[in-house]
């Protein structure tokens, strides 16, 4: 079994130049990316510097249960060709990224990064028909989050139709949400 370990990207102390040497993809872009590096090597010194978006990890997850989920199961295979699979860094959630920076609640991801770490160990010793149903529940879970975002989304809009806009009022009703 070849295990990767995550590790969230720290925000306590954000600083902004740290960001900058990072690297982070769309999902169209993870899968060109990908496409490009499953059967050649990335130098080793750029592999530190990707960082995983927990949404493009969840949708790359996702597509494995498309027509063209063969391609992307070659391309998670070829992670290691990209990835040091002793350090895979991902950014943490929005939710915990936003409670850190701007309440200062440190953030409580364990169990997510925990799951990210068993998704991907999994996907790189399976056969894809092997996690065909979890691709499916992947994909039913993003459409789940976009139905509450949006949701979220329009309460807001809906808000501040009726109450006057400013940076304290979006922030004590975002903090409620």
Excluded: C
């Excluded at 592999?47 to 790359?60: M, Y």
């Excluded at 808000?159 to 940076?167: A, L, Q």
């Amino acid at each position: 079994m070849i295990p990767v370990r995550i590790e969230t990207l720290r925000i306590e102390g954000y600083n902004r130049s740290t960001v900058d040497t990072f690297t982070y993809f769309d999902t169209d872009t993870f899968h060109n990316f990908a496409e490009t590096f499953k059967n050649r090597p990335l130098a080793n010194d750029l592999r530190d510097t990707i960082l995983f978006s927990p949404v493009t990890l969840l949708e790359v997850f996702a597509h494995l249960a498309t027509a063209w989920g063969q391609t992307v199961h070659d391309q998670i295979n070829g992670l290691l060709n990209w990835v040091n699979k002793d350090h895979a860094g991902v950014f943490p959630r929005m939710d915990d990224a936003i409670n850190t920076i701007v309440f200062g609640v440190p953030s409580t991801d364990d169990i997510y990064r925990a799951r990210l770490k068993e998704d991907l160990d999994v996907l790189l010793n399976a056969k894809l028909a092997e996690v065909i149903d979890v691709a499916m529940a992947r994909r039913d879970e993003i459409a789940s989050l976009k139905a509450i975002y949006a949701g979220h989304f329009q309460a807001t809009v809906n808000h501040f139709r009726t109450v006057p806009f400013s940076d304290e009022a979006f922030t004590d009703f975002w903090g409620q949400e």
